[in-house]
């Protein structure tokens, strides 16, 4: 996909402002769980509704700036034919004109100006909510002195507005319903009490009625699909992404990661480390609890190297099975081997029984580090790895649930790394 796309179809820790929730929760879970429970209140859970809004105001920018134009062209035009083609009177010339341009042309070139400058913000909803009550009030001002001297200025005009609102300014539904009731109720008001009884009237309050109930229920019908497509789009962009079990990165992904990863190391200079964790014993795990609980067992472990992952060039996904990797950035080979000793610990800290494990009476892992120093970040991604497999075959040669590494650096050149095993501490 594009990365337009995957601006499009992400969820962002940092808009949604719920980075817990975000980083405790698989995204695949959240949205499942959301497609799950339904919708029909037009409101996600609050781990998803930001980036929804975010979405929306990204994704509409097009819809709302047609909207805006197609507002401003109406009035222009209007202007210039109303006269010629549609009979007004020479005496409605001045205040129509006044109307025109002195409300609802510039709070068009308003919304211009936010569509050049805001497109994606809020303030571009408020300024398109504004331009809606500009044009409706002054298309009802209109009405009203257009009809004291039998000029009919059709009412239906408001109720295309708002069908053109709520069908394009891309603003979330609930929020244009209390300006649209709002503009509804004025319109029924001043058409009973300020408009010159003409023979049409109750026909064109009765039609431009039907309008605002086709606003309505197209907003509304236009907002849910917005919302199942973008559910559906999200969940299937992660899920080519992302293991659907742990909610880390799948294989293909992960690959792809570690070598923009080493690209990086290789470009900036950068020292960095790579890790294969191995879960000890797993396939007798499932033998004796059963697979469901060796899923829900590698959901705990997969938990907790996410944990260990969390600063932005940091890279962690499953390898396969029961086996994962991680890559630490811009790290030296003495913080490489704590956080891989300090990852051991956090495992084993889960008490994750498993009786039948030759290492302990609870889930354990293996751990293979392989750091590689800034001077050899041109070493291949292919050769890292398998140093760092290597060192995960050590470490569960020489007793499971340790850290083994090895080093590419001045004092250890590749390929002939010292091995080194550390036991994690009981």
């Known amino acids: 996909m594009t990365s337009l796309t995957n601006e499009y179809y992400s969820l962002s820790a940092t808009a949604a402002g719920t980075t817990a929730a975000l980083s405790d929760t698989p995204p695949t879970r959240l949205l499942q769980r959301q497609i799950d429970r339904g919708f029909r209140q037009l409101r996600f859970m609050p781990e998803l509704e930001p980036a929804f809004q975010a ?34 009177p020479h005496e409605l010339w001045l205040p129509t004109r006044l109307i025109q341009f002195g409300a609802m042309v510039p709070m068009g070139l308003i919304c211009i100006f936010l569509c050049l400058r805001h497109s994606a913000s809020r303030a571009m909803d408020v300024g398109t909510l504004l331009l809606f009550v500009t ?14 001297l039998g000029f009919e200025l059709p009412l239906e005009l408001v109720g295309v507005s708002a069908v053109a609102m709520l069908c394009l300014s891309r603003v979330p539904f609930w929020s244009q319903m209390p300006t649209l009731l709002v503009v ?12 010159t009884r003409l023979s049409s009237s109750h026909y064109d309050l009765f039609a431009t009625g039907l309008l ?37 990165l799948n294989r ?32 007798a795990y499932n033998n004796h609890y059963g697979h469901q ?20 060039m940091d890279v962690c996904g499953r390898y396969g099975g029961e086996e994962f990797v991680l890559m630490w950035m811009d790290c030296d080979a003495r913080n490489a081997r704590t956080m891989a000793t300090a990852l051991c610990e956090a495992i084993e800290k889960e008490r994750i029984e498993h009786h039948c494990s030759p290492a302990a009476k609870h889930v354990t892992a ?15 991604l292919d050769s890292v790895l398998r140093e760092a497999d290597r060192m995960l075959y050590a470490a569960k040669s020489a007793g499971r649930n340790r850290m083994c590494y090895s080093c590419y650096d001045d004092n250890a050149r590749p390929f002939q790394s010292p091995l080194r095993a550390a036991p994690v501490s009981r």
Do not use: K
């Open 212 to 248: 605002f109930l086709a606003a309505l229920v197209a907003g509304y019908a236009s907002e849910y699909t917005i919302r199942w497509t973008w559910l559906n789009a999200t969940l299937l962009q992660y899920l080519s992404r992302l293991d659907r079990l742990t909610g880390l």
């Open 135 to 148: 044009v409706s009030a002054g298309l009802l001002a209109q009405r009203v002195v257009d009809s004291q």
């Open 366 to 380: 293996s751990v293979g580090l392989c750091h590689v120093s800034a001077a050899y970040a041109h070493t291949s």
């Open 293 to 312: 609980c060796g899923d829900r067992a590698l959901q705990r472990v997969a938990d907790v190297l996410a944990e260990h992952a969390r600063r932005p």
């Open 55 to 88: 979405y929306l105001r990204v994704s509409g920018q097009f819809s709302r700036a047609s909207l805006i134009v197609f507002a401003v062209l109406g009035v222009l035009v209007s202007a210039l034919i109303d006269v010629a083609w549609l009979n007004l």
């Open 184 to 195: 509804a109720l004025i319109t029924v008001w001043v058409e009973l009490t300020a408009v």
């Open 252 to 283: 293909h992904a992960l690959e792809d990661q570690l070598e923009d990863g080493q690209a990086h190391a290789r470009r900036e200079q950068l020292d960095y480390a790579l890790v294969m964790v191995d879960v000890d014993a797993f396939g």
